[in-house]
């Protein structure tokens, strides 16, 4: 009895020195780790807004000379010049970018884009005329107890409300005017872009092989192109020719 006593108590004794020796070993590795991280915080150097901004401007300089990580050639990125010059001009100057461009039809474009702003400045003189001739005769009336400086104003708007809601009208319709202004100045940019790029990336010259020509047709329908009357086989007409 008392060697069993003494193998259970010696049995407890190392069971509980291994339990301690573990727990120490694994306090030190975590302490090791915490060390190594604290270590890898001071060696990586914290980027700035001045470094951060430096990397994104390298990065879209990249972007320029590659496309999903090909290189451009010479060729891809002249067309992609001579194509930002055209939008850019036009931007700044409607009608500039479609005379870099050239082409057959730039005598068509040009009389469109100018006669649309010319178009819109007449139209936005004319609601804009009538907005200010309705506001003084709406501010006078208030200042003067519905009294009437305009004789024009005089029969036609009698009440004060009809008057402030023409008033309205002709400021919304001046004020849209301004909006498809800067529409047709859009469409002139992307006209002069997107033939820029059509021009310089397919094949889309003045010659297209496409020709009018006047003819014969022949109006027999039996066949018989020996028949006396030959002339009367015959009738003028128009010949469309394609090349492919």
Same mark, same amino acid.
């Given at each position: 009895?008392?060697?069993?006593?003494?193998?259970?108590?010696?049995?407890?004794?190392?069971?509980?020195?291994?339990? %301690?020796?573990? #727990?120490?070993?694994?306090?030190?590795?975590?302490?090791?780790?915490?060390?190594?991280?604290?270590?890898?915080?001071?060696?990586?150097?914290?980027?700035?807004?001045?470094?951060?901004?430096?990397? %994104?401007?390298?990065?879209?300089?990249?972007?320029?000379?590659?496309?999903?990580?090909?290189?451009?050639? #010479?060729?891809?990125?002249?067309?992609?010049?001579?194509?930002?010059?055209?939008?850019?001009? #036009?931007?700044?100057?409607?009608?500039?970018? %479609?005379?870099?461009?050239?082409?057959?039809?730039?005598?068509?474009? *040009?009389?469109?884009?100018?006669?649309?702003?010319?178009?819109?400045?007449?139209?936005?003189?004319?609601?804009?005329?009538?907005?200010?001739?309705?506001?003084?005769?709406?501010?006078?009336?208030?200042?003067?107890?519905?009294?009437?400086?305009?004789?024009?104003?005089?029969?036609?708007?009698?009440?004060?409300?009809?008057?402030?809601?023409?008033?309205?009208?002709?400021?919304?319709?001046?004020?849209?005017?301004? *909006?498809?202004?800067?529409?047709?100045?859009?469409?002139?940019?992307?006209?002069?872009?997107?033939?820029?790029?059509?021009?310089?990336?397919?094949?889309?010259?003045?010659? *297209?092989?496409?020709?009018?020509?006047?003819?014969?047709?022949?109006?027999?329908?039996?066949?018989?192109?020996? %028949?006396?009357?030959?002339? #009367?086989?015959?009738?003028?007409?128009?010949? *469309?020719?394609?090349?492919?």
């Amino acid at each position: 009895m008392p060697k069993l006593i003494t193998l259970i108590l010696l049995v407890f004794f190392v069971f509980v020195s291994r339990a %301690q020796v573990d #727990s120490t070993t694994k306090n030190v590795e975590l302490d090791n780790v915490a060390l190594d991280t604290t270590a890898v915080q001071d060696t990586v150097k914290k980027e700035t807004k001045a470094e951060r901004k430096a990397r %994104q401007k390298a990065e879209k300089e990249r972007a320029k000379f590659y496309y999903k990580d090909i290189l451009k050639d #010479s060729a891809r990125l002249h067309i992609e010049h001579v194509s930002d010059i055209a939008w850019k001009r #036009s931007a700044m100057l409607p009608g500039w970018g %479609q005379i870099t461009n050239g082409g057959k039809y730039l005598w068509i474009k *040009l009389p469109i884009i100018y006669g649309g702003f010319i178009t819109a400045y007449f139209v936005f003189d004319y609601w804009n005329f009538y907005y200010q001739k309705f506001t003084k005769e709406a501010v006078y009336r208030i200042d003067n107890n519905g009294d009437t400086s305009d004789p024009d104003l005089a029969n036609g708007y009698t009440t004060l409300d009809g008057l402030i809601r023409q008033k309205d009208n002709f400021r919304r319709y001046r004020d849209m005017t301004i *909006l498809v202004t800067a529409v047709w100045w859009a469409g002139n940019i992307i006209e002069a872009y997107t033939d820029s790029m059509l021009r310089n990336r397919y094949n889309i010259g003045d010659d *297209l092989g496409f020709k009018i020509n006047p003819t014969l047709l022949p109006t027999n329908t039996n066949g018989l192109a020996f %028949q006396s009357n030959f002339a #009367s086989l015959l009738t003028p007409g128009v010949k *469309l020719t394609f090349n492919f």
